[in-house]
């Protein structure tokens, strides 16, 4: 709503036989009461010589009825409710003007019922006339006497009395009190039960615990609870209207007053002045802190007082001239009241589990969408679902040689795979920045040139000049120390390896784009082809489902026609009246036609739908094939560019014909692979151990491959021990 409201403040006048029409009169307006007190009344009130006062108030209840009353007062608090603004309505006044008689009304007589009963029958009307709607109507009795809060509905046999005293408790969902029972009531019986129930309970301990009833303030209060029974609608309302009879106002002469009786008036007076606080601090727009906590009846009211809800307060007055005193002192508090603004605002939830099936339904509804979209821009078999492990891998190759320059530009196929397009390009550039640096490490001790320390340590060694270049190193490249490569290697005296290493290798080695090239022409050319050749069974087999895919849309689109068409023979022939011979079904041969043509149809959907899947898993193989040779492809082109770039010529040299090692890929095959005994071994581990299942292969090829590895290792460092002597 949003808009700002009044408190609705309403005076009901007691009927009596000894009206003072002297002192109390209304205009024509309904809504204002002149206050007219003689001179020489002898009064506290008069003290400052005022005789004329004037209220105006929203309605003034003069000789009402029950009903005109509910009308007027409750009405629209109880139907606002069911839309989810809470709603309060308090009786207020000295005891006897008549608060229990407006809030409950006389029990015993249905007429004359108040405000409580009548509130319940509309909910239950109301719940019935909304049908579209799954309503639940819980109710609560609450009487708070001397700051202690009792539970009207604790005698019920089900609910029994709590261990622990009540509590009030705030949550963001509102107010609630710990310990107090609530009650569901699907119907208006139960709820009248319940009410008289409490009704009884008022009685009885006003007399078992001695306590005066006019001394408490009892709060009813109907929780409901508005769910659509639309499922889709995931929004649903809460609200509570409390209705309250509040504690006689009278101020009693504290000099007549002691024990008990000054224990009830000082705590009636408090919390009704509090009451009176907390609502007018929550009508000041400027303040931010409202005294709820003060006392218990603002406490427990804290979610139901102005503020958000619908509030309307019933001044209770006698018509008498005896109680003028009071009268005034009522009046005054309900046009400070009056004054009041509050901001009805709905109380609206939502419902997390039907929440989430709406945003899946909706999730599946736009990938349809989206479906339907690529279809028309002929862009079938683009999937949006997260990606899996070898799509991820695709694109981290795409993304490699991107970067090496062997594929031209990156196709942009959806959302998610630009975003796997930029992560993989961190993740290819932090794993380089990686490599880079232990190359480094591995061939040089890196010295932060900021640490003075060790560069001047380093200096004392002489192993670098007072520049910080590499003693020796004619054009030295910052602080290098340890092994350097064997190619630059200081010292090594062995010229004619040296004239050796020029002659067959390019003092820079090319790039790798360049290499690849190469690679690909010669020792690369067979894994090349085979890599092609797969690529291009990939690209048909992904037309054919593309392919397929558009005729399946086609046949679903004539089913659908055709369905209209035998929906609406179906309906003429029904229009004209059926023929039926020996309780067969007698049809035309236009319908006749067009069931055969919907079988046949549909038997070809299915058969193209098999088709698709079988293409799809097709699809899905080719492209795991694909990144296997593609995999392939890059790791023996880099063990072939680092062998042939990288590798010192000493083992180049043994590397040639007549050396120990046979050249090209084979050495490198040879020198990674097992010898002849491990060969034997292994052959044997796969015949006894890989029967447990294939599961258990890529474990042994985990364990073979480190085996290699580490003959790899072996025979490097025999090489270069051979090279040093
Ligand atoms: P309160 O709750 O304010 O102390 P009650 O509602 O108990 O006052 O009213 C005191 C008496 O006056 C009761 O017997 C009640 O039936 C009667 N009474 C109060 N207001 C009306 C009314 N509008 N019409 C008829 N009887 C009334
Ligand atoms: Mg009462």
């Known amino acids: 709503m949003g808009s700002r409201k009044k408190v609705h403040a309403f005076v009901r006048v007691r009927p009596t036989d000894d009206f003072a029409h002297e002192m109390i009169k209304y205009r024509d307006d ?73 809030m409950t009304g006389a029990t015993e007589n249905y007429k004359h019922r108040g405000i ?102 009892c709060i009813f209060t109907i929780y409901v609870e508005a769910r659509s029974r639309t499922l889709s609608d995931e929004k649903y309302v809460t609200s509570k209207i409390n209705l309250v009879d509040l504690a006689g106002s009278e101020r009693l002469g504290k000099s007549r007053s002691e024990g008990r009786v000054l224990k009830e008036a000082t705590y009636i007076n408090k919390s009704l002045s509090f009451l009176e606080q907390a609502i007018i601090a929550l009508g000041d727009q400027k303040r931010d802190h409202i005294p709820f906590r003060q006392c218990k009846l603002t406490h427990a009211l804290k979610d139901s007082l102005g503020g958000n809800c619908n509030m309307v307060l019933v001044t209770n007055i006698y018509g008498e001239a005896a109680q003028l005193e009071e009268t005034l002192s009522s009046l005054r508090f309900a046009s400070r009241m009056k004054l009041v603004t509050t901001e009805p605002a709905i109380n609206e939830k939502y419902d997390a589990e039907r929440m989430v099936k709406n945003l899946e339904k909706e999730l599946a509804l736009l990938k349809q969408e ?21 799509q ?47 190359t480094l490490r591995r061939k040089y001790t890196l010295i932060d040139k900021n640490d003075y320390a060790a560069i001047s340590a380093v200096q004392k060694a002489g192993l670098v000049d007072t520049d910080g270049h590499l003693v020796g190193e004619p054009d030295g490249q910052g602080f290098g120390l340890g092994v350097a490569p064997f190619s630059i290697k200081p010292g090594k005296k062995s010229k004619s390896k040296k004239m050796f290493k020029e002659q067959l290798r390019p003092s820079t080695p090319p790039t790798k784009p360049v290499a690849f090239e190469d690679f690909k022409n010669e020792r690369g050319s067979e894994i090349n082809r085979i890599f092609k050749e797969n690529k291009s069974i990939l690209n048909e087999r992904r037309k054919r489902a593309s392919e397929t895919t558009q005729r399946i849309n086609a046949i679903k689109r004539e089913i659908d026609m ?33 069931i055969l043509k919907l079988k046949d149809l549909k038997k070809q959907y299915r058969t193209e739908h098999q088709d698709l899947r079988d293409l799809r898993a097709e699809v899905q193989y080719c492209q795991h094939l694909v990144d296997q040779c593609r995999h392939r492809l890059l790791t023996e082109f880099d063990i072939w560019y680092n062998e042939s770039f990288f590798v010192p010529e000493d083992l180049q040299m043994a590397l040639k014909p007549g050396g120990g090692i046979r050249p090209g890929m084979m050495p490198l095959n040879k020198i990674v692979s097992l010898g002849e005994d491990d060969q034997d071994r292994f052959g044997q581990l796969q015949q006894t151990t890989l029967p447990e299942g294939p599961d258990s292969v890529s474990f042994y090829n985990a364990k073979v491959k480190m085996e290699q590895k580490h003959n790899y290792v072996k025979t490097m460092m025999a090489l270069q021990q051979a090279h040093r002597k």
């Open 562 to 594: 055709t369905k209209e068409a035998l929906n609406l023979q179906k309906s003429l022939r029904e229009k004209q009246g059926k023929y039926e011979n020996k309780g067969l079904m007698i049809i035309d041969e236009e319908e006749f036609l067009l």
């Open 392 to 438: 991820i891998a695709e694109i981290n190759s795409q993304v490699r040689r991107y970067l090496e320059g062997t594929l031209e530009e990156i196709d942009i196929i959806n959302l998610r795979q630009i975003q796997e397009v930029f992560n993989q390009f961190r993740m290819v550039l932090s794993q380089q920045e990686q490599e880079v640096e232990s």
């Open 370 to 390: 989206l479906a339907i979209h690529d279809s028309l821009a002929n862009r079938t078999l683009v999937n949006y679902d997260p990606m899996d492990e070898i």
């Open 116 to 217: 409580l009963p009548r509130a319940l029958q509309q909910v239950f009307r109301m719940i019935e006339e909304r049908p579209t709607h799954a309503i639940t109507v819980r109710v609560s009795y609450l009487e708070i006497y001397n700051e202690s809060l009792f539970d009207l509905l604790s005698t019920l046999p089900y609910v029994g009395p709590s261990a622990t005293p009540m509590t009030i408790v705030e949550n963001p969902q509102g107010v609630f009190i710990k310990g107090l029972s609530v009650h569901l009531t699907s119907q208006e019986e139960d709820a009248f039960s319940l009410l008289f129930e409490g009704e009884t309970n008022r009685i009885i301990a006003s007399h078992t615990m001695n306590k005066n009833s006019s001394r408490s303030h």
């Open 30 to 102: 309904n809504k204002t009461i002149d206050i007219h007190l003689k001179k020489d009344t002898r009064r506290g009130v008069v003290n400052n010589q005022q005789t004329d006062w004037s209220f105006k108030l929203d309605r003034v209840l003069h000789d009402a009825s029950q009903d005109l009353v509910y009308e007027t007062v409750a009405k629209d608090v109880v139907s606002q409710a069911l839309n989810g603004f809470n709603g309060t309505i308090m009786c207020y006044g000295q005891t006897g003007a008549g608060k229990t008689y407006t």
